[in-house]
């Protein structure tokens, strides 16, 4: 597996979609850093890698490395949901992708769907749904904060999903949904502070059978909807909690002493002599010097971390901890040490038949 194969400088291949000028892209820096930039003719993006010119782009596929005036580099992605969750502007608390595709799942959410939800807060969610309702289903997003919805909604039309959602001002723990989508929805979500205000306005609203999914941070607010839901107008009610675990990968220069000379190999302390190559197989001489996080490539490639485990040797032959060239780097992973922890607790039922 090696990354450099799989760069594409710009090369165009059959049925590749290419840039142009108008579209949104998500600029990708190193695997943490990410931005949702609309290329615009003669425009610039200027990050820490140097200054990029729009006009390079157009033309281009996505997922196409491209260079900038000083040598530094960006890859330029196609916006999925997933990769928009994290490039958003967060207005709120939002939903991310292990909570997200539970959700779609669960709620069966298919093309031609109509799907209700409330609140939109930063369309996070409401993103994910309206493309999994597209082109002939309809998401209609209510929210009681103004200022919010009309944020989604010029999201929405830089995304280009604005003729999949709707998104209306409205107090949803107050006023219910609006009555004219009685028996007219295939599914609903909540995302809302008090959801069990809303379950009743939720009954009249499901088609019979249809599930709905309500959202909650805290316990306490999941025992509430439950009773709420705990009525002849609804079954299976199921509450979960979905955990996710990313692994970082590396690449990992492996020191070795294989090629140190002897003065190095038949030296007295303990720890070489476990190492040396005639008492122990090769694997076992391997010791790890030091790892990189792959989000970027030769000059823009972090050191994660130094933890150089072996003493270093003399400086002849191959000396301990030298690394190996890079075409040598085994690839390695490990759980990452920052791993999102509890999001929120995911309540389903369905409407009753
Ligand atoms: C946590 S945010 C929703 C985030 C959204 N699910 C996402 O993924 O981006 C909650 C939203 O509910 C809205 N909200 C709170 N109470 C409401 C109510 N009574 N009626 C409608 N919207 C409400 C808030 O304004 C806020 O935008």
Not at 88 to 99: C, F, K, P, V
Not at 188 to 208: G, T
Not at 317 to 335: D, K, M, T, W
Request: proline residues 5%; contains cysteine.
């Amino acid at each position: 597996m090696r990354r450099k194969k799989n760069d594409r400088d710009g090369e165009v291949r059959k049925g590749d979609k290419l840039i142009q000028d108008g579209d949104l892209v998500i600029v990708y820096e190193t695997y943490k850093q990410m931005k949702a930039v609309t290329v615009t003719k003669n425009g610039e993006f200027q990050n820490r890698y140097g200054l990029f010119m729009h006009n390079d782009w157009i033309g281009k596929p996505f997922g196409c490395k491209v260079t900038g005036k000083k040598g530094g580099f960006v890859h330029l992605l196609a916006p999925s949901p997933q990769l928009w969750t994290l490039v958003l502007t967060h207005r709120t608390q939002i939903l991310y992708i292990m909570d997200i595709s539970f959700v779609l799942a669960y709620l069966e959410v298919r093309p031609g769907c109509v799907v209700m939800e409330s609140g939109t807060g930063s369309g996070s969610l409401t993103t994910a749904l309206a493309r999994a309702t597209a082109p002939t289903g309809h998401v209609y997003s209510f929210d009681f904060h103004e200022q919010r919805a009309e944020a989604a909604r010029k999201d929405f039309e830089r995304t280009g999903l604005s003729s999949f959602v709707t998104v209306t001002v409205r107090d949803i723990q107050g006023e219910g949904f609006p009555e004219e989508f009685a028996n007219e929805v295939d599914a609903v979500f909540l995302d809302l502070p008090q959801p069990w205000l809303a379950i009743p306005s939720v009954a009249k609203s499901l088609r019979a059978d249809s599930p709905v999914c309500s959202f909650s941070p805290c316990m306490e607010q999941v025992q509430r909807t439950c009773e709420a839901l705990t009525t002849k107008e609804f079954r299976d009610l199921r509450t979960f909690e979905v955990l996710l675990r990313t692994y970082e990968v590396h690449e990992e220069c492996l020191g070795t002493d294989l090629g140190l000379d002897d003065s190095v190999n038949n030296d007295n302390d303990s720890e070489s002599a476990v190492r040396s190559p005639r008492s122990s197989p090769p694997h076992k001489r391997l010791c790890s010097v030091e790892s990189k996080v792959i989000d970027s490539e030769e000059d823009q490639t972090q050191v994660s971390s130094k933890d150089n485990l072996m003493e270093k040797g003399p400086k002849k032959g191959r000396s301990r901890g030298e690394q190996l060239p890079s075409s040598l780097y085994p690839i390695v992973a490990r759980p990452e040490a920052e791993a999102k922890g509890h999001t929120g607790y995911l309540t389903f039922a369905r409407r009753a038949v």
